[in-house]
């Protein structure tokens, strides 16, 4: 069973930063792509960014250039780096993480992140 534990959300003004660390319960070399995905109120679920475990990176239009995703495998962390953030990246926050070994991605609880104009 694997766990994803996400914290670093809360309430920012808009133009502000935030970062989203992700722990993993086991060595995140095993996850072939961990990500972060976003829910809005009212909406589906949507992808942030994503990284694999030879490090190639995608994010989302709606982010490039204000988003940074990066892992650490010493510490079994990825990290969701946010800067110039906006009201419209309100959202609750998600980690994602998919093996070769399991059809189905793991998802943490998520963490609301809160941008005020």
């Known amino acids: 069973q694997v766990q994803l534990v996400e914290s670093g959300g809360g309430l920012v003004q808009a133009g502000g930063s935030l970062r989203l660390p992700c722990a993993a319960s086991r060595n995140i070399f095993r996850f072939a792509t961990m990500g972060w995905y976003r829910q809005a109120p009212g909406k589906q679920r949507e992808l942030v960014a994503t990284?694999?475990?030879?490090?190639?990176?995608v994010y989302a239009d709606s982010v490039k250039g204000r988003v940074t995703i990066s892992r650490d495998t010493a510490k079994n962390t990825i990290d969701l780096q946010m800067s110039s953030l906006k009201p419209e990246d309100t959202a609750v926050y998600y980690c994602?993480?998919?093996?070769?070994?399991?059809?189905?991605?793991?998802w943490g609880q998520g963490t609301q992140v809160t941008v005020s104009s």
């Open positions: 994602n993480a998919l093996t070769t070994t399991w059809p189905l991605p793991y």
């Open positions: 990284i694999t475990s030879g490090g190639s990176t």
